[in-house]
């Protein structure tokens, strides 16, 4: 971490994202703030910089009130940064995880400011571009729209075949490569205000390619959400960007409904049954930028089908969260979850009738159970050494210093057909530190294996395949926050890796990845079944472990 970024002193590592890594630094002049530093690579080319730091700055013009003014911009190194008001709070995001949709005048409060910072930031010609859960921050004053301008100045430096943003809460029109305009706010904010009232998306589906195919074609699932809101988020999430209304006409009819808000909708209600409103935000000019227009990202989208084609979310893939069945038992905490799944789960256990293995980490039957390996690969630290380990209380707990990273291999070995691990996760180090990770697989030895792990600092969920010491995998990570007792379980299926968390008594599947080269690991007689601790400081631990296959 940073001890000084420009003229601020950090204090503590915020957290990180597909964007970036987010720093609590002050000041005496801003006092403290919030500085979000691009990660390596995110703008290698110098014009590319100079457009983003442009970008931004012009960001910085928007009025402050609902949302956190961006203060500046900089360089850290070859790598760009931002300087923005720090907003202490949850996010609207975590809030209704952990307690649940937002109702009554907590609501109709939520509704109306982030409407007033959509006004604001539409008044200057700017087009927001992420309006999602996380980045709307329940803060001591009222809720505050975060990171406006941030996904435009991204798409400064991005290639023609990339898009900044969060694909749930992208509007038709952005996710087909079409012009974005202020529509494409108000489409998200609609989804969002859904997922505030409902804890759910209004657009559902068990993939990613299958929730875009839902937001281009299908009606909005609005039940739940109450009136006036429901006929106004209706409107605003019409597939044509002309039909929608502006953030100022939505104002308008919020503020001037008496009363507090009718109980919730009955039923779904697609975007065409909403009144027609006045001024469409698609009329509303976006002003150019800098000295260059303002200019699409260019697109393509595989509509109806199983692939969307160039899509990359700056902010990670965050559909996951939102794909838990209706029914979930997340033991009294309120999750996202989708409107329904079919009658069963995801990842049938059955299908893998022989138990290769499985282990409950009593000291007695564990100890000398495992080889550990340290992975050999460009990705692992040379101050990352093997884990130490003990087993305490039934469960299997990894320590190091100054940080560990191994993978545990049970002794014998599963047939050479699919094979099913599960891992069920313990307590973790939760010390904020880069790496607080598990993972669960197949090892053959250092240089070769795979794994579904679960990263707890970032509450991210993928998949590594190495080969030979070199990655096979293609890009895959799902946020998917999970909590002791929760499992986690790799699907290994001819040249396909699948990784999936059971929450309760169901099963999600999160991410996968085709194996590469073909083959790799059709000899399943020498790869066993295993798990590996990585931790920066501190201790991870593990319940038990189970190996299955389909022979």
């Not at 921050?137 to 941030?150: A, W």
């Not at 991204?154 to 996710?175: I, N, R, W, Y």
């Not at 069945?325 to 979850?337: H, I, L, S």
Request: hydrophobic letters at 40%; charged letters at 20%; aromatic letters at 6%.
């Amino acid at each position: 971490m940073p001890e000084r970024i420009g003229e601020y002193r950090v204090v503590r590592r915020l957290g990180a994202g597909g964007q970036g890594t987010v720093y609590l630094a002050e000041s005496p002049v801003h006092g403290r703030v919030a500085i979000k530093v691009l990660h390596h690579g995110a703008a290698a080319d110098p014009d590319a910089r100079r457009r983003f730091l442009r970008e931004a700055q012009v960001a910085a013009s928007v009025a402050p009130f609902c949302t956190a003014r961006l203060i500046g911009t900089g360089m850290l190194g070859d790598q760009p940064y931002l300087v923005s008001e720090y907003v202490p709070g949850p996010s609207l995001l975590t809030m209704v995880r952990e307690d649940g949709p937002r109702t009554g005048g907590g609501l109709q409060r939520l509704a109306i400011s982030t409407l007033t910072a959509l006004a604001s930031i539409h008044r200057t010609g700017i087009v927001h571009r992420d309006v999602k859960p996380a980045n709307v921050i329940l803060g001591p004053e009222g809720p505050v729209l975060i990171d406006f301008g941030i996904a435009r100045a991204l798409d400064a430096m991005t290639t023609s075949t990339q898009v900044t943003g969060t694909p749930a809460f992208m509007s038709p029109e952005l996710l087909a490569g079409e012009p974005v305009t202020p529509a494409s706010d108000i489409f998200s904010w609609g989804v969002t205000m859904v997922f505030a009232a409902t804890g759910r998306l209004p657009f559902t589906g068990d993939t990613i390619p299958a929730i875009l195919n839902a937001i281009l074609n299908k009606d909005p699932d609005l039940t739940g959400v109450p009136e006036p809101l429901c006929s106004l988020v209706a409107s605003c999430l019409a597939k044509h960007p002309g039909d929608r209304p502006t953030a100022e006409y939505l104002l308008l009819r919020l503020t001037s409904a008496p009363g507090p808000w009718a109980g919730a909708a009955g039923s779904a209600r697609p975007a065409s049954s909403a009144p027609s409103a006045p001024a469409p935000a698609a009329a509303a000019a976006t002003r150019s930028i800098g000295d260059e227009p303002a200019r699409p990202s260019r697109r393509s989208l595989l509509v109806g089908g199983a692939a969307a084609a160039g899509l990359v979310a700056a902010g990670g893939a965050a559909l996951a969260p939102f794909l838990l069945p209706e029914d979930a038992d997340t033991g009294g905490v309120q999750r996202p979850r989708a409107a329904s799944v079919g009658p069963r789960p995801a990842l049938d256990l059955d299908a893998y009738p022989t138990r290769d293995t499985i282990d409950t980490f009593d000291d007695s039957t564990s100890r000398g159970a495992y080889q550990i390996f340290r992975p050999d690969n460009p990705q692992v630290g040379r101050y990352e050494l093997e884990p130490r380990y003990a087993f305490r209380d039934g469960r299997i707990v990894g320590y190091g210093a100054p940080a560990f990273y191994g993978w545990f291999a049970l002794n014998g070995a599963p047939a050479t057909h699919d094979t099913v691990t599960v891992i069920t996760l313990g307590p973790f180090a939760e010390t904020g530190e880069m790496e607080d990770s598990v993972f669960v697989g197949r090892i053959l030895n250092e240089a070769n294996y795979v794994g579904a792990w679960y990263n707890n600092t970032r509450k991210q969920v993928g998949i590594d395949v190495y080969v030979g010491g070199e990655r096979r995998h293609e890009t895959n990570q799902a946020d998917q926050p999970l909590r002791p007792g929760d499992k986690l379980a790799l699907v290994v299926s001819g040249d396909v890796a699948s990784s999936y968390v059971r929450i309760g008594e169901n099963w999600l599947k999160l991410t996968e990845t085709p194996i590469t080269p073909a083959g790799a690991l059709r000899d399943h007689g020498r790869w066993r079944h295993g798990f590996a601790l990585r931790g920066t400081r501190g201790t991870i631990s593990l319940e038990d472990i189970e190996g299955r296959s389909a022979r």
